[in-house]
């Protein structure tokens, strides 16, 4: 017995040892060298809003930045972190600790990216978080190193709630997912729907992972409203697109998804969204220099980037640049510099960084186009508005952030 | 030398542990010794009871969740968190497993299934679980009130102290007469009920403890990682123990933990170097485990030794 569990023993270290060896990494080189890490889901239900093209995004910027700030390389690691918070904090831990990582982007996932966000602030390194969405990265779980680029709920809510209602679609009904994602998209888009003079007229909720929408449609059909609001996300948002076709609801209603990516246009083709409202931060076909990276994005990966791609990207770039401005990769100091200069580059002009962690920048309403318009694959939508950086965001005087009202984080 | 014949795998596995952290990132051994503590929990009742729980991540999530809550609502000290999870995780151990005992075979694994996605879709609506968010940010807290676990290397003796002790506890039970009783259900239910033994009774028994020490699984790594998320408390983390016990070695006392090893390790090491690759391979490996290892990495070990 005592021969077997020693055989056993050594039989586990030696197995741990083996898959753990790459991990030690010269000490001196972590201060040579700017290190970036895509923390990202390659497999799950994001991997298409994320994924490898979060990483092909991020390749983008190093080869634009020529490889290296200031003779410094910069290195890119990456991890598929399977919608996993214990893998995800674990693994960014580790990036910090032995390969010195020094800033982490992307983090699909709201509960990935909160988690992420506790272990770099509590290491001092830097997050960009370009693929969650949760509005708690910037108000009861904001930290001094968290930065919230591409978009968020409120954002998302805010942009298709005002514009639809100034376009004329002034009654609402909602389609809504039951769990708190759902219903807090829900309260903040009724609420805005509210303000911009619009009314609500009902809301219906379905279970997470519906598979049957018809009782739902019929009620949001009945209602008679002229904007159906779906208040669900991933799977259910395409089904019940999906479903709100085949009942004919979109030939007297418009949908207006609250969380809709260009990914899921497409895999839903256009004759079953055309007509729908979609709020997105950025969009591949907003002008030469967006088309241009696209063009290069597409060679690469054969499909269009979303605006989590070139979230992706643009933090690269920023942070290089805050590199290269204070000469240093310390994060109090990057933070600080980021806050009061303002960045531009291919996602945006302007991109603004609030105390409370909020990438402030324009967001824009879209509406998907007719099969007819359509010149090309991907060309999708046509840019009704654009909603000033000022008004796209949770306002700073709403903010729960401890580091705006003063409390204890 | 009776006593180190008797301890011989606990020994060994401290042994392992004190070197372990020198060789390889502490944290990540943590989240190993957790796992393998649910498992070896998760091996007492299917190893050891013939019971195959497929929800076993309802305790697991219920300790995770409960502690995590404790400690940031209370801001309990972690023995008193890590109690109060036990503690909630024995007690619906108690209660889905008193209903669940009552069928077998299928049954009893579709009823335990349907209790825990009942407890995930309660903890996706509950508002103390933050939904999809998670429950972030909860302390490590003093243990006692003296000793701060905020280093990891104190963590780290912790998280080996709590493992050790499960562990001890469930090589106790199985060596136990309850252990043989259990064994004896196991091997042949109708013939320990004509010996007179309430098997029901031993079952329930069983059951408890096992989802106590799958709550103190995830008590620890809420602790640990200072968080709980609905992964926790998600079937595929139910899949991922059975797949942790059937390649370690079922009904082998160290072979969940060696199949949590190589899990949670393959997981973690995989992630950043084949990607989206690590959910083929894990399921290249289970299926080359029911192929050609069925007993498991330890089983067949342990049987070639015998022949030899």
């Known amino acids: 017995m005592i021969k077997l569990s020693l055989v056993l023993g050594v039989a586990m270290a030696v197995l741990i040892a083996a898959c753990s060896k790459s991990d030690d990494v010269d000490e001196k080189v972590t201060d040579g060298a700017i290190r970036i890490g895509v923390l990202t889901d390659m497999s799950g239900l994001y991997s298409d809003i994320g994924g490898q093209g979060s990483i092909v995004a991020a390749e983008l910027a190093v080869e634009d930045l020529g490889g290296e700030v200031d003779g410094k390389p910069i290195e890119l690691v990456s991890v598929d972190h399977q919608n996993k918070a214990d893998i995800a904090a674990q693994k ?15 983090a699909l996932n709201s509960a990935v990216a909160l988690a992420t966000s506790k272990v770099v602030a509590e290491k001092k390194r830097i997050l960009m978080v370009t693929g969650a969405a949760t509005t708690r990265l910037t108000n009861e ?20 709630g005002t514009a639809v209602v100034k ?13 708190a994602f759902g219903h807090s998209l829900e309260t903040d888009t009724a609420n805005i729907v509210k303000k911009a003079g619009g009314s609500v007229l009902g809301a219906v909720r379905h279970p997470l992972s519906a598979s049957d929408f018809s009782s739902f449609l019929l009620q949001a059909q009945n209602s008679k409203a002229k904007i159906i609001g779906l208040a669900n996300a991933g799977g259910d948002t395409i089904n019940s697109i999906k479903a709100a076709n085949e009942f ?41 220099e967006t088309r241009a990276w696209s063009k290069r994005f597409f060679e690469r990966m054969g499909k269009m980037p979303t605006m989590i791609h070139a979230g992706v990207y643009s933090s690269v770039i920023m942070y290089a640049n805050a590199v290269k401005a204070t000469g240093t990769d310390e994060a109090d100091g990057i933070m600080e510099w980021l806050r009061n200069n303002p960045q531009s580059d291919m ?37 009704r508005q654009t909603i000033p950086a000022a008004n796209a965001f949770q306002p700073l005087s709403e903010s729960r952030c401890p580091l705006i009202t003063g409390g204890s984080s | 030398m009776t006593f180190v014949r008797k301890h011989a795998v606990l020994l060994s596995l401290v042994v392992v542990l004190a070197i372990a952290p020198f060789l390889f990132y502490p944290v990540l051994v943590m989240k190993v010794l957790c796992f393998a503590l649910f498992a070896c929990a998760f091996n007492l009742l299917l190893g050891y009871t013939g019971l195959l729980s497929f929800g076993h991540a309802a305790y697991f999530g219920a300790g995770a969740y409960t502690t995590g809550y404790a400690m940031t609502a209370w801001a309990t000290t972690p023995e008193l968190g890590l109690l109060f999870g036990v503690v909630t995780a024995a007690l619906l151990g108690a209660v ?39 429950l972030q ?9 003296l000793i701060d676990l905020g280093n990891d290397d104190v963590m780290y003796v912790f998280v080996s102290l709590v493992f ?7 090589d106790r039970i199985i060596r136990s007469p309850f252990g043989q009783v259990l064994k004896s259900i196991r091997e042949n239910e109708d013939r320990a009920l004509s010996l007179g033994y309430d098997v029901d009774r031993y079952k329930l028994v069983a059951f408890v403890l096992s989802s106590a020490l799958a709550g103190l699984a995830g008590a620890t790594k809420t602790l640990t990682f200072g968080f709980a998320t609905l992964t926790d408390v998600f079937w595929g983390t139910s899949g991922e123990v059975v797949l942790m016990t059937l390649v370690g070695g079922v009904g082998t006392v160290l072979g969940p933990v060696i199949g949590a090893v190589v899990i949670i390790v393959l997981q973690n090491e995989l992630a950043d170097k084949v990607g989206s690759w690590v959910l083929v391979i894990l399921g290249a490996i289970f299926v080359v485990n029911v192929l050609l290892f069925r007993k498991g990495i330890v089983g067949e070990i342990t049987a070639r030794f015998n022949r030899t």
């Open chain 2, 137 to 145: 940010g909860v302390p490590r807290g003093k243990l006692f009130g």
């Open chain 1, 92 to 106: 960014v831990r580790e990036w910090i600790d032995r390969n010195g990582v020094d800033m982490v982007t992307d």
């Open chain 1, 141 to 160: 779980d904001c930290t001094a190193y968290t930065i919230h680029h591409s978009y968020d709920t409120f954002a998302l809510a805010n942009g298709t």
């Open chain 2, 96 to 134: 889905f497993g008193g209903l669940a005992i009552r069928r077998q075979g299928i049954y009893f694994a579709m009823i335990t299934l349907a209790l825990a996605q009942m407890l995930y879709f309660f903890c996706l609506q509950a508002p103390f679980t933050g939904g999809e968010d998670g």
């Open chain 1, 347 to 383: 996602f945006g002009k302007n991109l603004t960084l609030r105390k409370d962690g909020r990438l402030v920048h324009d967001m824009y309403l879209m509406q998907v186009k007719d099969p007819s318009e359509s010149n090309a694959a991907w060309d999708y939508y046509n840019v």
């Open chain 1, 248 to 288: 004919g609801l979109t030939e007297t209603q418009n949908l207006a998804g609250l969380l809709v990516f260009i990914t899921d246009i497409h895999s839903l083709g256009l004759p079953v969204t055309q007509g729908m409202y979609v709020t997105s931060g950025w969009y591949w076909d907003l002008n030469d």
């Open chain 1, 167 to 179: 376009q004329g679609g002034d009654t609402w009904f909602f389609l809504t997912s039951d769990y």
């Open chain 2, 164 to 170: 050790l002790g499960g562990f001890w506890l469930i």
